[in-house]
C-alpha cells in the first residue's frame, strides 16, 4: 500500500534518476540533495544518513585506492607492461595479452589507473603499426570490467553491495564469493573480443578523410591577425582547401557567430577562425604564413612548450561545467588547451567559451612541469605521453605485491578482517618509504567515498520506508510467468540498463533492496539475489557512459555510443545468462 514516506522516496528516486541522467549537477551534490530530502521527509535520520562514513566497506575502500595509488606512483606497473608489450607484433596476440594482463591486475587493483596507465601503450603500439586504436581501446576497457567482477575487491561496486548486505543484517560477503561467476565470465568475454572483436569493432583508422574528420574531428580556435595575408580574402580564396585534414566550421564576428559559411564571405581583421580536424590541423595551420594566431593563453606556451600531449576530462573531474577560460589550466597544470574534440556533438562557438564535459579529449601545449604538476591530478589522463618509468626498488614492490595477495588469501580463509589484512599492507608501505607519506593522501577519490556513503544511506531510506517492498511486490506481480531464475535475469537486466544510462552508484542504491525483498517474500537464500545486483551494475558494456573506463575511452578511440552497443550488447546477454545459470546451481535454487 502507498504511504506518505514511499511516495516521498518514489519522488526522490525520480528525480535522482533524472538529475543524473540529465548531469543536472554534480553526481555528488544530486546524492546530497537526495539524503537531505529523505532526511526532512522522515525517511532517514541525521544518524543513519552519516552511518555510510562509518561503514566498514568504506574504509576497505579507501585503503585499496590508497595501495593503488602506492602502486602506480611507484612505476612497477609500467615497468611490467613495457616488458610484457614492447615484443607484440600482431594484433590477436597483443589484444589477448593486453586483455589477460589487465584483468588479472583488475582482480585486486582499482582498474581507472590501470586503464589510463595502459591507454599510452595502446595508441603508441597501434600507431607505430598503422592499426585503429579503436580496434584495442573497448577492449582494453572490457578486460579492466571483466577483471573487477572476479573478486569481492575488483571493483567499489562488489564493495557498496557488500556494505549494503552488512547494513541490512546480512553476513558479509567473501572476496571470492564473486569468483565463481566473475572468472568463467573473464575467460568468456576475452575469448568472444579476440574471436569477435575485429568484425564489431570499428576500424577509424582506416576510413576516408571525411569519416576520419566525422569520428575524430578537434575543435580549433585561430584568430586573424592585423597583418595577415587573408583579410579581404574571400573563403573561397583564402587557401583552406589546401589544408591537410582541417576546414573552417564557422566565424567569430564582434560576437556573431558565421555558420555555415558561404564560400564568398570576407575575411575581417579580428575575425575568430574556428576550425574542425584531425591532431595535426594544429600544427598546419600555425605553421602555415597566414597571419593567423591562437589564442594568448596558448601563445604563451608556444615558445615554452615541451610536448604536445592529448587528455580526456575523467569521469569526475573538477573541469567538468567549467568553461576553458575558468580552468586556470596553465596556472595549474603548466599547460595550454589548444584544441576540443567531444565524440558525436559539433561544437561551436570559440574554445574559451565551450564547458567541459567528462569525456572531452583535449590537445594541450605542455611545459616542462605538466607532467610532475599532474601526477596526483585526477581531473584528467593523459594520453599520448608514455613516461619512462623512474627508477624503483623492484624488490620493495614484490614485498608489497606480496603482502597485498597475502592480506587477501588471509582474510579469504582466515577469521582475519579484510580491512585489517589491508591496514597492515599500507603500515608495510609506510615504513618501506615506497612513495613519499605526504604523497598518499592525494591519491584518494573523495567524490568517489561521498557516493559510496550516500549510496548506502538511500539504501537504507528504501528499506526504512517500506519503497523496497512495495517495489518487490511489483515484480512479484510476475510471479505466475517467472521463476527464480527468470526473476534473477530480470535484476540484472534492470540493475545494468540503470546503471549503463545513470550510475551504477544508483542501481545499486535502488535495486539492492528491492532484490533482497523478492528472495525473501520467495522465501529463497538471499546471497543470489545480492550477488546478481553487483554483477548487473559492474558488468556494464552497453553505454560509454555507465562505467569510467568505457568513458575514459570513448573519445580517444572515435566510437559513437552503437560501438558500444554492438559489442557490448551480446556480452551483455551472455553476462546474464551465464551469471544467474551459475548462481541457481551454486546456491541450489529450483528452477
Not at 66 to 74: A, H, L, W
Not at 410 to 437: D, E, K, Q
Request: proline share 4%; hydrophobic share 50%.
Amino acid at each position: 500500500m502507498l504511504t506518505p514516506s514511499i511516495i516521498a522516496i518514489l519522488a526522490i528516486i525520480v528525480f535522482l534518476l533524472t538529475a543524473l541522467y540529465l548531469e543536472w549537477f554534480r553526481p555528488t551534490v544530486t546524492f546530497f540533495i537526495a539524503i537531505l530530502a529523505l532526511v526532512i521527509a522522515g525517511n532517514l535520520t541525521p544518524k543513519e544518513a552519516l552511518e555510510g562514513f562509518a561503514n566498514e566497506q568504506l574504509a576497505v575502500i579507501i585503503l585499496l585506492l590508497i595501495i593503488s595509488d602506492i602502486f602506480r606512483k611507484s612505476s612497477v606497473i609500467d615497468v611490467i607492461f613495457n616488458k610484457l608489450f614492447g615484443r607484440q607484433e600482431k594484433l590477436s596476440s597483443f589484444k589477448l595479452t593486453m586483455m589477460t594482463v589487465v584483468a588479472a591486475f583488475s582482480a585486486f587493483f582499482n582498474n581507472t589507473p590501470l586503464v589510463a596507465m595502459m591507454m599510452p601503450y595502446v595508441n603508441k603500439w597501434s600507431k607505430s603499426r598503422k592499426i585503429s586504436p579503436a580496434k584495442l581501446l573497448i577492449p582494453l576497457s572490457y578486460a579492466a570490467i571483466l577483471g573487477g567482477c572476479v573478486t569481492l575487491i575488483g571493483t567499489s561496486t562488489n564493495l557498496i553491495v557488500d556494505g549494503l548486505a552488512v547494513n541490512a543484517g546480512f553476513q558479509p560477503l567473501g572476496i571470492f564469493d564473486f569468483t565463481a561467476v566473475g572468472l568463467p565470465m573473464l575467460v568468456i568475454g576475452i575469448a568472444y573480443i579476440v574471436l569477435f572483436g575485429n568484425k564489431l569493432l570499428p576500424n577509424n583508422g582506416n576510413k576516408d578523410k571525411t569519416e576520419i574528420q566525422k569520428n575524430r574531428e578537434f575543435l580549433v580556435e585561430t584568430k586573424v591577425s592585423p597583418n595577415s595575408l587573408l583579410i579581404g580574402k574571400s573563403i573561397a580564396n583564402a587557401g583552406f582547401r589546401n589544408l591537410k585534414g582541417v576546414y573552417i566550421v564557422e566565424i567569430v564576428r564582434d560576437k556573431h557567430s558565421i555558420s555555415p559559411i558561404s564560400p564568398e564571405e570576407l575575411i575581417h581583421e579580428n575575425d575568430t577562425l574556428i576550425f574542425a580536424g584531425e591532431i595535426a590541423a594544429v600544427e598546419e595551420i600555425t605553421s602555415k604564413n597566414l597571419g593567423l594566431s591562437l589564442p594568448q593563453s596558448v601563445k604563451r606556451m608556444i615558445e615554452k612548450r615541451k610536448s604536445m600531449n592529448e587528455i580526456v576530462v575523467s569521469f569526475n573531474s573538477s573541469l567538468i561545467g567549467k568553461m576553458v577560460k575558468e580552468t586556470d589550466f596553465r596556472a595549474r597544470f603548466d599547460a595550454a588547451i589548444v584544441a576540443i574534440h567531444r565524440n558525436g556533438e559539433k561544437l561551436k562557438g570559440k574554445i574559451g567559451e565551450i564547458e567541459l564535459r567528462a569525456g572531452d579529449v583535449l590537445l594541450v601545449f605542455s611545459g616542462v612541469d605538466f607532467l610532475s604538476r599532474t601526477k596526483n591530478n585526477q581531473a584528467f589522463y593523459v594520453l599520448t605521453h608514455t613516461e619512462k618509468p623512474e627508477d624503483i626498488n623492484v624488490v620493495k614492490v614484490y614485498v608489497l605485491f606480496t603482502a597485498l595477495i597475502s592480506a587477501v588469501f588471509l582474510s579469504a580463509l582466515t577469521s582475519i578482517s579484510l580491512l585489517t589484512s589491508l591496514a597492515v599492507v599500507l603500515l608495510i608501505a609506510i615504513f618501506m618509504r615506497i612513495v613519499p607519506l605526504n604523497e598518499i593522501r592525494k591519491g584518494l577519490d573523495f567524490e568517489l567515498i561521498l557516493l559510496i556513503a550516500f549510496g548506502l544511506a538511500f539504501g537504507k531510506a528504501m528499506v526504512n520506508s517500506g519503497a523496497s517492498i512495495f517495489l518487490a511486490d511489483i515484480f512479484l506481480s510476475l510471479n505466475n510467468i517467472l521463476n527464480p531464475l527468470s526473476y534473477l535475469m530480470l535484476i540484472f537486466i534492470v540493475t545494468n540498463v540503470l546503471a549503463a544510462y545513470i550510475t551504477n552508484k544508483a542501481a545499486v542504491a535502488i535495486l539492492f533492496p528491492i532484490s533482497v525483498a523478492i528472495a525473501a517474500e520467495l522465501n529463497l537464500n538471499p546471497v543470489p539475489f545480492i550477488l546478481i545486483v553487483s554483477f548487473g551494475a559492474a558488468a556494464n558494456f552497453i553505454t560509454p557512459i555507465g562505467y569510467q573506463t568505457n568513458l575514459m575511452v570513448y573519445g580517444p578511440g572515435g566510437y559513437s555510443f552503437k560501438d558500444y552497443m554492438k559489442i557490448g550488447l551480446p556480452l551483455t546477454l551472455i553476462y546474464m545468462l551465464v551469471s544467474a545459470y551459475i548462481l541457481t546451481y551454486i546456491y541450489q535454487i529450483n528452477i
